[in-house]
């Protein structure tokens, strides 16, 4: 095995345990796997995943061993964006939440109010929050060819990097929003630190991502999408209110989300055979029923919780 790809313990990032917790499932993931294509956004399910425990105190479930932080780093930073055709029903399903985000928590004055988005990709949120009137607006983004494919007005908006430590200035923003961002975090402690405190006092947090206790995860057990190698923690609603809670954040709501899909995006999703999917994708691409646009729940939740 090439050595940097040793696998590390780790621990659960709301009460620290190591030990305490049940295998849910064995890990499948060999050392090959290790490729940027496996950690690109939105790629085909693949199924493959480290150990997955959960934590006997407060539930959290989480990849148990994972390879390092940073080599995930690099992994990111060479992976593909895999969403183009799904652009505007992405747009449509997250700016829907962010304006839910701006009336719970009364942000008055959307001029003077700061934006910023983890994992913006190509920057498609941010050029709605610029059209929005947002005063300003910044994406941090790891993925070079992502942040190469947006729109030059929006390249100035963007940090091609990982959140690092004093990156962002502090009591600088009203917003903050991770969409299928904050469950690939290898340290959502560390984060949410720096998130807090770029936050102004009263500005909050807006998290979009995948719930572990979901009907479609219950249902499809290890066959879930979501158990992914690129996930080292996956919540529920009780954990992810724990774990915002943990860092002084005040919850103002946690509920299931709906997406606005493509059947042909949902296609991809779906949990079968991929000759069979790829047969289908192929079939659907160009086509008005491919391109349809429904609403449903993926599976997935939001958090929207306040600085006090
Ligand atoms: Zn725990």
Known sequence: MNPQFTLHETICAICGSKENS?????????PNDFTPEIFSARRLPDKIHYRIV??????????????????????????????????????????K???????????????????????????????????Y?????LGIEPSVEAVN?????????????????GMLQKENFDL??????????ANPNALLSECVKALKPGGGLLIFNHDVR???????GENSPIFDVEHTYLYNQNTIGKIAQKH???????????????????????PIKQSIKLYLLNKLKNTVFGNFVISLKLGNLFIIAQKP
């Open 133 to 137: 009137g947002f005063g300003l607006v």
């Open 214 to 220: 979901a009907l479609s995860a219950l249902v499809l």
């Open 54 to 95: 959960r934590c006997n105190n407060c539930g959290l479930v989480r990849s148990d061993p994972t390879i390092h932080s940073n080599i995930l780093t690099t992994l990111y930073a060479k992976s593909i964006q895999n969403y183009d055709l799904e652009v505007k029903n992405l747009t449509d399903t997250y700016f």
């Open 22 to 30: 049940t295998e849910l499932y064995k890990a499948n993931v060999t």
């Open 176 to 185: 903050i929003c991770m969409f299928q961002v904050f469950d690939h975090i």
């Open 97 to 131: 939440y962010v304006q839910e985000a701006i009336k719970i928590l009364g942000i008055k004055s959307i001029p003077k109010a700061g934006f910023l988005e983890i994992g913006c990709g190509s920057g498609f949120l941010l050029e709605k929050a610029i059209e």
């Open 149 to 165: 494919k947006s729109s030059a007005h929006i390249r100035p908006a963007i940090i091609c990097d990982m959140l690092q430590p």
């Open 248 to 270: 002084g954040l005040k919850i103002k709501i946690i509920s299931s989300a709906t997406n606005r899909i493509s059947l042909r995006h949902l296609t991809h999703l779906l």
